[in-house]
């Protein structure tokens, strides 16, 4: 069975930085790209992040462009997003999707980010 | 980027055919191959895949649900709903990137 658990998620203040993790199990996650899509509260959702299986390339809409790292290590079977200089629009739930296809098959439950002071 | 556009509310009775809409900005199929996709996400849960590529049941979907289009105009066909179908309904374009979603349809009871 497909198992994605996200884990990191907290209060922060804007402009300081946090790091979620996504842990991976029931299927050789060496295999696939990665992902991780967001959503606001009460709103829809949207795709912040795409690893491809070394790791090698990512890909970022430009609303988190330059803030946000994407990275995995396939030996832990982990997934990671680093998020600097956040904002209170970043304010979200965290999902951790494997992509297939351009497709998220299995999503994780979702971590919570809130950025305020 | 591409911009998809569902109605935000339907509202149907048990028993009854759910249909619901997305419209693209522009065309997202490569000549056969129809690259949306429709995700049911039920209050306080993950998005679930439903169908992919526009007209495939993910593993695990009741028949009940189906989808159909090509190019710009897609639909998602609950026929016919139950009350476990209560949700909303995402849909999602992988023809570009960045890859979009729709803002999502609620489907409440009448």
């Known amino acids: 069975e497909v198992q994605l658990v996200e884990s990191g998620g907290g209060l922060v203040q804007p402009g300081r930085s946090l790091k979620l993790s996504c842990a991976a199990s029931g299927f050789t996650f060496s295999n696939y790209y990665m992902a991780w899509v967001r959503q606001a509260p009460k709103k829809g959702l949207e795709w912040v992040a795409t690893i491809s299986t070394s790791g090698s390339r990512t890909y970022y809409p430009d609303s988190v462009k330059g803030r946000f790292t994407i990275s995995r290590d396939n030996a832990k079977s982990s997934l990671y997003l680093q998020m600097n200089s956040l904002k209170s629009e970043d304010t979200a739930t965290y999902y951790c999707?494997?992509?297939?296809?351009?497709?998220?098959?299995?999503w994780g439950q979702g971590v919570m980010v809130t950025v305020s002071s | 980027d591409i911009v998809l556009t569902q109605s935000p509310v339907l509202a149907v009775s048990l028993g009854q055919r759910a249909t619901i809409s997305c419209r693209a900005s522009?065309?997202?199929?490569?000549?056969?191959?129809?690259?949306m996709h429709w995700y049911q996400q039920k209050p306080g849960q993950q998005p679930k895949l439903l169908i992919y590529r526009a007209s495939n049941l993910a593993s695990g979907i009741p028949a009940r649900f189906s989808g159909s289009g090509s190019g710009t105009d897609f639909t998602l066909t609950i026929d016919p709903v139950q009350a476990d179908d209560i949700a909303a309904y995402y849909c999602?374009?992988?023809?570009?990137?960045?890859?979009?979603f729709g803002g999502g349809t609620k489907l409440e009871l009448k």
């Open positions: 999707a494997r992509r297939e296809e351009g497709i998220a098959d299995y």
């Open positions: 522009q065309s997202v199929s490569i000549s056969s191959i129809n690259l």
């Open positions: 999602q374009q992988s023809r570009e990137s960045p890859p979009t």
